[in-house]
């Protein structure tokens, strides 16, 4: 079924429709964020600060009520849904407090009589294309420093999350968010193509699939407008050695089904030295047969969530199908529980084919993908072998060992000994066909931004 709605993916079951803009009030949003932009550029950024601040505050206050949302929409484990209703208040939070220093003029050395200095000035309309994976989150670090630095935001989410839209749409206009400084348009693919070409739209962020990214990206270069695109990955999660292998497995196991396996950063591939091997693949092996199906409200280490869609349940079974064509091993999972729901049994796979057509294609679900490896050099030209670049790390007793293998991996995160550091204050994106641009800590505030020079003559 296609259209924005709310489908249940517990059940299959469609709980509300709403409709599409028409394409008038599509671009006459544009118009009004323009004329919202032209007086919310000129309040001071400690008057802006205060607003975004309230945003953060509101995050954390509804984050019952918003998990709830999410948890029927696209399925979130509601634990989950809390944490990422938290983590939205933190970014609010972070560049309400930072901000102002980010922004701040910063004098240069010239060799000229006089001072020199760049300037971080907000360019006007963003578009944010946002996905459904995490509703909030997706939001908070693309509208938090926008909002700061003065530009203002017309948003189309997921068409499978209206709710949690709206949920943000109410937060932001609660906040004191003037009118046209945030909105959320349920437009249509055509409508969006209109609003890149709008002239006063002037940059467009989209986080999705790669497919998704040309797209957009193609639009927004022949409009000559700035993008920053986030596009998924084949993310390495390379194991060297370790002390307790049960204990390493059940590690990158965890890591693999956050989300029900549906995040960007996820550990898609884990690569892992041939003596420790074995065992590593019987524990996930376990790990993923003691799994069993339930709702959101009971999800735990053993019960796991629906996919996000029906759709989304059957494209992986696809890929699962493809891949055991190819020569892989499915040793457990991958199977659509029913007919009607989005459930999708937590799988282990082993063996797919190095330069198979579906080893390079993105699992976007609760499935563990295993490799097995010989040597630090053969680990590292695995983990390199992708048109992705998002994020990877590396775990070993041995840290220099382990560091000599981070530092050459081909993506935007790097890391040691942990899965991902994460945190508002930490820049997230990546290189390759994992797109360009980067979203969080200091750098996720330098994207939409006129780095204007600024010379005063004595």
């Not at 053969?378 to 007793?397: I, P, R, W």
Request: with cysteine; aromatic share 8%.
């Amino acid at each position: 079924m296609s259209g924005i709605r709310v489908e249940n993916p517990a059940t299959g079951e469609v709980l509300e429709t709403f409709e599409h803009v028409t394409e008038q009030e599509a671009l006459a949003a544009v118009d009004t964020a323009h004329e919202a932009f032209l007086s919310w550029r000129e309040t001071p950024i400690e008057e802006r600060a205060k607003v975004v601040t309230r945003v953060a505050e509101l995050f954390e206050e509804r984050k019952d009520e918003l998990a709830e949302i999410i948890a029927t929409e696209m399925g979130k484990p509601i634990s989950e849904g809390l944490e990422e209703a938290e983590f939205s208040s933190a970014i609010f939070g972070y560049y309400a407090d930072n901000g102002p220093k980010f922004a701040a003029d910063e004098e240069i050395p010239v060799e000229m009589d006089g001072k020199g200095y760049i300037q971080r000035l907000p360019i006007g309309v963003l578009l944010g294309i946002m996905p459904w994976n995490f509703p909030y989150y997706q939001v908070a670090r693309f509208a938090a420093p926008n909002l700061m630095l003065g530009n203002t935001i017309i948003l189309k989410h997921a068409e499978i999350c209206p709710r949690s839209a709206l949920a943000i749409q109410k937060i932001m206009d609660d906040a004191g968010v003037p009118k046209g400084v945030y909105t959320n348009l349920f437009a249509t693919h055509e409508q969006v193509e209109k609003i890149i070409e709008h002239k006063e739209l002037r940059g467009v962020s989209l986080t999705g699939s790669e497919r998704a990214g040309a797209a957009v990206g193609a639009i927004a270069a022949k409009n000559l407008k700035k993008a920053v695109l986030e596009l998924g990955g084949s993310d390495p999660y390379i194991v060297l050695d370790t002390d307790d292998v049960k204990q390493a497995a059940k590690d990158a196991w965890e890591t693999r089904i956050y989300n029900t396996g549906q995040a960007c950063n996820s550990n898609k591939r884990l690569i892992v030295m041939d003596d420790i091997y074995d065992e590593f693949l019987a524990e996930l092996v376990e790990l993923a047969k003691a799994m069993k199906p339930g709702t959101p409200q009971e999800a735990s280490e053993t019960v796991y969530t629906p996919l996000s869609s029906r759709g989304a349940a059957e494209n992986l079974k696809d890929q699962i199908d493809r891949a055991v064509a190819a020569g892989a091993t499915l040793h457990v999972g991958g199977e659509l529980v029913d007919e009607k729901s989005s459930y999708f049994s937590p799988a282990v796979l082993s063996d797919v084919p190095v330069g198979s057509d579906i080893y390079y294609e993105e699992l976007f679900g609760p499935v563990a993908t295993v490799y097995k490896v010989s040597s630090d050099e053969e680990a590292l030209k695995l983990a390199n072998d992708t048109q992705y670049g998002l994020g990877g790390c590396v775990f070993s007793k041995d840290v220099e060992r382990a560091e000599k293998v981070a530092q050459r991996l081909e993506v935007g995160m790097s890391n040691v000994n942990t899965y991902a550091a994460e945190g508002a204050e930490v820049p997230f994106g990546g290189v390759k066909n994992s797109g360009y641009g980067r979203e969080l800590g200091p750098y996720g505030m330098d994207e939409f931004v006129n780095k204007r020079t600024y010379f005063v003559a004595n």
